[in-house]
């Protein structure tokens, strides 16, 4: 919803792997009445029109710079949206959303290996906790160094966000409520619920 005179709320949430980025979206978007996107549920669009799973997607994506153009792509077209609110959980959706309010989700590595662990994502790569911590490391290490390899960009730059929040200790409705509240007293000029 947007009124005269304002403009709509763009919200990308950026973060490490098992930060929350995806459950907060959810949480933001069911509370503002927003519209949510995710590269994740782009992605594994991606992956079942070429009739992959997602780690396959992603192993295609280290040697075919297609796939990453596409995301990009699609999350440029995004910015373009005229008037559309919305809530974005991408990785790099501060750097494509410019005119998005940018927020980043941190937390203690072993709590955020323990939650995606326990989600029991990509089962076979996770099987267990030491190997799930192994698999953060190795994939923040790659994540970080292609993405300023490619568009010169450090995603765990905090420097680059308009608010950072560690959700160690925070439930996913305690991190929403905090996010919402900090948009609400910085970005008043923006549309607001």
Do not use: C
């Not at 490490?16 to 979206?25: F, H, I, L, M, Y």
């Not at 029109?49 to 997607?57: F, S």
């Not at 008037?83 to 991408?90: I, K, T």
């Not at 990509?122 to 160094?145: D, H, P």
């Amino acid at each position: 919803m947007r009124t005269k005179n304002k403009k709509p709320v763009r919200i990308t949430i950026s973060g490490e792997a098992g930060s929350g980025k995806s459950t907060v979206a959810d949480s933001i978007a069911n509370k503002l009445k927003l519209k949510r996107y995710s590269t994740g549920d782009y992605m594994r669009t991606m992956a079942a029109a070429r009739g992959v799973t997602i780690i396959e997607l992603n192993k295609i994506g280290e040697r075919d710079s297609s796939i990453d153009k596409e995301l990009d792509n699609w999350q440029k077209r995004l910015e373009k949206k005229k008037g559309e609110a919305f809530v974005l959980d991408s990785r790099l959706g501060f750097h494509f959303i410019p005119s998005s309010i940018k927020i980043f989700l941190h937390a203690d590595l072993e709590v955020r290996s323990k939650r995606i662990y326990n989600d029991q994502r990509f089962v076979e790569e996770n099987s267990t906790l030491k190997k799930t911590i192994a698999n953060i490391k190795k994939r923040q290490s790659l994540e970080r160094k292609r993405y300023m390899e490619k568009y010169g960009v450090d995603y765990l730059d905090f420097s680059m966000y308009d608010f950072v929040l560690d959700t160690t200790d925070m439930t996913p409705e305690q991190v929403a409520k905090k996010i919402i509240l900090y948009v609400n007293k910085n970005f008043p000029h923006q549309n607001q619920q």
